[in-house]
């Protein structure tokens, strides 16, 4: 009966032994060993949460060839991004023209047409006639202008 016993405060022992270094905690006492793990598992939870909010903002679609457009509000203008895993003739001047029908100036831009489409824009307008654009419909106009355009020239269409 005694021997069980070791056997299980020994087993005991050697797990709170395991936990401690997998932690990383460098505590002696069986109670600080189980802060530190509680404490380490609410940091990766942290840590998971700040991965599953960055992959929900990039709003990921099933199809990589998709376009994707974000857009920021910066304190005079917009960060507008479009991205698709295809380039194809004509996105850039789709996107340029979105730009023309929102009134927003290109002020500052960067553009990758190899074989995927990348473009990263800071746009500003001059409206001074009192009223302002936000965000969302920022990047519901480029959204829709690259939809409209991709749907004229996708192939299956």
């Known amino acids: 009966m005694v021997s069980r016993e070791h056997n299980k405060g020994s087993s005991l022992h050697e797990k709170f032994q395991l936990l401690r270094s997998v932690t ?38 099933c199809d990589p060839t998709d376009p994707m457009v974000t857009v920021e509000t910066l304190e005079k203008g917009f960060m507008i991004k479009v991205t698709s895993g295809k380039n194809e003739a004509g996105m850039l001047v789709c996107v340029l023209e979105a730009f023309e029908d929102l009134g927003l100036d290109v002020v500052e831009a960067r553009v990758s047409c190899t074989d995927s489409f ?13 009223e302002s654009m ?3 419909t920022v ?12 749907d004229s020239h996708d192939p299956k269409g």
């Open 118 to 130: 990348s473009f990263h824009a800071i746009g500003s307008s001059d409206n001074d006639d009192g």
């Open 139 to 150: 990047k519901q106009v480029v959204a829709e202008a690259v939809k409209t355009w991709s």
């Open 24 to 61: 990383n905690s460098h505590a002696e006492s069986e109670t600080s060993i189980i802060v530190d793990a509680s404490k380490y598992i609410k940091k990766l939870k942290q840590k998971v949460e700040k991965i599953n909010n960055a992959t929900t903002s990039e709003q990921y679609f």
């Open 134 to 136: 936000d965000a969302e």
